[in-house]
């Protein structure tokens, strides 16, 4: 069973969130701001066009699990299409100032620490479809960050090789 599929507690949520993080910003630390511009890191993406991705998502996680928190209806897109959805966030993000991508980066991961940290227990076990379609709701959160956290991670590493193998 790998980690997206076991089931975790929140305690293992949270610490598995902060390690991933941890990992991914010690990755960041060794790129200069021109390295972060630069195309390549997935497909015709930048690190920055990462980081701006991966706020999204968190932006994307908080509006519905909040929308669910006040009894409303999540404006959860449907039909559920990730590529599209990439696709329109990087359209929209692709001409954003590094230093503002950045700043939204740092916010929207305290942001999501703070709803993952206010959740109980029984709330992150439970299955809501209408919010999160793949699962218990930790999954939504281990998927949008920890998860998310790695994926790119690993990619922005692989970049990192290839580019000292050019010079």
Do not use: C
Request: aromatic share 8%; charged share 30%.
């Amino acid at each position: 069973m790998n980690d997206q599929t076991k089931i975790i507690s929140k305690d293992e949520l949270l610490n598995q969130i902060h390690i991933e993080r941890g990992r991914l910003e010690e990755t960041l630390a060794r790129l200069t701001h021109a390295q972060m511009l630069l195309p390549g890191v997935d497909g015709e993406w930048s690190v920055k066009d990462a980081l701006a991705h991966i706020s999204a998502w968190e932006r994307r996680m908080i509006s519905w699990v909040g929308s669910h928190l006040r009894n409303e209806e999540p404006e959860v897109p449907l039909p559920w299409d990730v590529e599209r959805m990439n696709a329109e966030t990087y359209s929209q993000v692709k001409d954003k100032p590094l230093s503002e991508v950045l700043e939204e980066f740092r916010l929207s991961y305290w942001d999501s620490l703070a709803l993952a940290e206010s959740m109980s227990e029984g709330q992150l076990q439970t299955v809501y479809a209408d919010i999160w379609p793949m699962g218990p709701l930790w999954t939504g959160f281990a998927a949008n960050m920890n998860w998310h956290y790695k994926e790119h991670r690993a990619d922005i590493q692989k970049w990192l090789e290839t580019q000292k193998k050019e010079r």
